[in-house]
């Protein structure tokens, strides 16, 4: 950690005195707030262009000679694909409403992450090569030639957006900012210009089914060791299918919930629930990934990550799919995935065997996602849920960007939490729902080297969970998303000591009440029930 | 200094006008209008067809509301439209109301290092105010171009005039259209964060179109303008038989020469977000996705990792381990 929270404190807001169309970024004395670039051997494995060493503090960054023509060709071929890029270029008046709706620039400062500035980074140009005014008067329309000090520009602030979208609830048009960055990182990617966080879980996917590149004996082992772990706490036995031919239903979750803290408790929250539906499904080593880092990379890379979902259903023979949590997963899967590669008419649409509830709204996707599964459950009465288990936890919930801007899915993660928990409270209103804030980590900058920036893009969201943690001794931060999960808790000891982080099914898996199992005494992490959350509330 | 270049190119225009005028009244009166007008109506069915060229490939509506799910789950219809009527309505909130403006907020950072989100609807009464304000006055203009004038057209202009204070009565929205345009223009000389992304684009149209309102009021009020002989050449123009009356006072001049300026440059310039608005893909599409599938008309192949090639690169792995594989059966 280079800097303290009293530090990044000092913000200013104030833009410096020169023009704004001249770039210089020092990446030297920016250490901190830039991410490695990717890596040589993930780039030649999915043959994407230019692998070479280099850094962004190389004064010469090693481009093909052609290289304006490669971006402006690219950006020619984006503007006749895209027709949410052509508006955005078009007619933006520079209101600057979106201004301060960007976590980066509220913890920042810094003019150019301001969503308008941003997108003028690259609208510059635009009007420059394709726009009649802009080939004329040049900078007098707001032209502005490419120069490598734009493109090591373009690098440095479209891996400081996050693709949250929440500018774009404020824009009078809609302009949405992920839009913007994904065609920018897709022209950089030409270049062979991108960051080593995302083209190497990218690599791993492709080859092995998920980011974090383990191999199907280690993806079985990790289940298992999972599985006798939350024996040892539950007296349950739990033995999940890998690559079950004919099971109804195909789990995907994100591959951080079978690896890492906290999201392994999230894991044992699913396995739970669906020992006790004695749920017919399986999981997949193959399309062990729900989370598609190729969303980051460019929409091809996304497309071929994804491509694995369908397939794996269709040859397991499976009738629908049921999705674990995570943000950007459920972007994909909700926005992206059937256009990309449905139709899924090898499936049906998705019927919950326990309460026969059709679900009409995932119709042709066949794919829902566990909060509706699991808030079907709770509204039919079927689960046994003691949220007096979870007394140790005074929670908040943070939606993640995805699941609420892409999907609206924000009522049923609510009703969760409300059969789960006792103490539940809300973050203030302009910072959750539609308008909540990004974890600053998302869009594949969730990496150690880009820290400094990560807190400061966190600031507006741990500052809400501050407020929650002072008003009311919230402790227990839930969330939806496997990056959340990976990221929030050094956001949470850096900015707000004393809160942790767990999905929401951790949580259900906590409360739910199983024939046959011990008397808890622990919660899914092992620790006494009887703890903090509810000792605090004698005080 | 881009407000400077700005304004430079606006008194530019005037001075053509000023002089242009008393030497060649005729090309200003009749050839500039028809030809700002060709301009306009060219260039924006050029644009709005480059436009609808190019397709939309993915279906990505920025969600602002619950979505539609679970019967008992209440879906918000306006801000998470789930079929066409409904997404209708949001864009009509949208454009009649600017909507999204609406939720604007300020974020604070408190000398206690508390962030908090201060409602902020000034911008958006500004920019509501203006743009109404702009359309009412464009629609009381069609009382010189069209003899009888319409029923419609008089009541509009009655209602403007509601407020009689003074003789000729002093109209709403000329005093709207002149308050909202000084608040945003100053909101750009004023606002650092504002003024530093403002580009000489952003002041022109503004300071043009304050021209165009006060030589208008100057014509009203002051400097009164022979209505008559201004209805002669309107109507003069729209069949098509153009005639120069006498008595057209220089103010007029000026007056259509920006107006004749203003409707050319719109489609070269930011004022497309008239026609953007409506073909926004985060605001004109359902949040349907997964129950209607979306075609994307260019969705190419990629190269993919099947599973027969990962079957046979993790083989021996995948059978120790005991995990089912295809050749099990």
Sequence with gaps: MSKTPEELLQIHYHPPKHDWMDPSIDFEARRGTWSYPGGVKSLEYLGLPNPREWSPTDEDWKLPPNWQEIVHRGFKDLLTKYRSLRIFMDCCVRCGACADKCHFFIGSGDPKNMPVLRAELLRSVYRKDFTTAGKILGRAAGGRALTIDVIKEWFYYFYQCTECRRCSVFCPYGIDTAEITMAARELLNLLGININWIVEPVANCQRTGNHLGIQPHTFKDNVEFLCEELEDITGIHVDPPINKKGAEILFIMPSADYFADPGIYTFMGYMLLFKYLGLDYTLSAYASEGGNFGLFL????????????????????????????????????????????????????????????????????????????????????????????????????????????????????????????????????????????????????????????????????????????????????????????????????????????????????????IDGENERTTNLRGEPLHGEGEVSDDV | MRAVQALTVVLLLIAIAWGGAALIPAVFAVAVPYLALAVFLLGITLHILAWARVPVPFKIPSVCGQQRSLPWIRQQRLESPFTSWQVAGRMALEILLFRSLFRNTRSVLTPKQRLVYQPDKVLWLGALAFHWSLLVIVLRHLRFFLQPIPRSIQLLSALDGVFQLLVPTLLITDVLILGALLYLLGRRLFNPLVRYVSLPADFFP?????????????????????????????????????????????????????????????????????????????????????????????????????????????HDKLKAAGIPMEGDD
């Design chain 2, 206 to 314: 503004l300071l043009l179109i304050l021209g165009i309102a006060i030589t208008g009021i100057l014509m009203r009020y002051v400097d009164k303008v022979d209505l008559t002989a201004v209805k002669e050449l309107a109507l003069s123009l729209t069949v098509f038989h153009p005639t120069v009356p006498h008595g057209l006072s220089p103010l007029f001049f000026i007056h259509l020469f920006l107006v004749s300026s203003l409707i050319a440059y719109i489609p070269f310039s930011k004022l497309m977000h008239v026609g953007g608005v409506f073909l926004s893909p985060t605001r004109n599409l359902p949040n349907n996705n997964r129950a209607r599938r979306h075609i994307n008309p260019w969705n190419h192949p990629v190269p993919v990792h099947t599973y027969a090639e990962w079957e046979e690169e993790f």
């Design chain 1, 298 to 513: 460019s929409r091809d890379t996304a497309k071929r990550l994804n491509y694995k979902m369908y397939a794996e259903a269709k040859r397991l023979g499976v009738k629908w799919i049921l999705g674990g949590e995570c943000g950007h997963m459920w972007r994909v899967v909700n926005q992206y995935m059937d256009t990309m590669n449905g139709p899924a008419d090898f499936l049906e649409v998705p019927r919950s065997p326990v309460t026969g509830t059709v679900f009409e709204n995932a119709a042709s996707t066949k794919m829902v996602h566990i909060c509706e599964f699991t808030a079907d459950l709770i509204h039919h009465g079927k689960l046994k849920l003691d949220p007096s288990r979870n007394d140790w936890a005074r929670v908040t919930y943070h939606d993640a960007c995805n699941p609420a801007r892409a999907m609206g899915l924000l009522e049923e993660p609510r009703y969760l939490l409300k059969h789960a928990v006792n103490h539940f409270y809300e973050m203030p209103e302009n910072t959750i729902r539609e308008q909540t804030f990004c974890c600053g980590a998302g869009a594949g900058l969730g990496n150690d080297e880009n820290i400094d920036m990560r807190m400061r893009g966190g600031l507006p969201r741990a500052n809400a969970v501050k407020y929650v943690h002072e008003q009311h001794r919230v402790n227990l931060l839930t969330c939806i998303c496997a990056i959340d999960r990976a990221v929030l808790p050094t956001l949470m000891d850096f900015w707000v000591p004393g809160v942790r982080v767990s999905g929401i099914h951790e949580l259900i898996g906590n409360a739910l009440v």
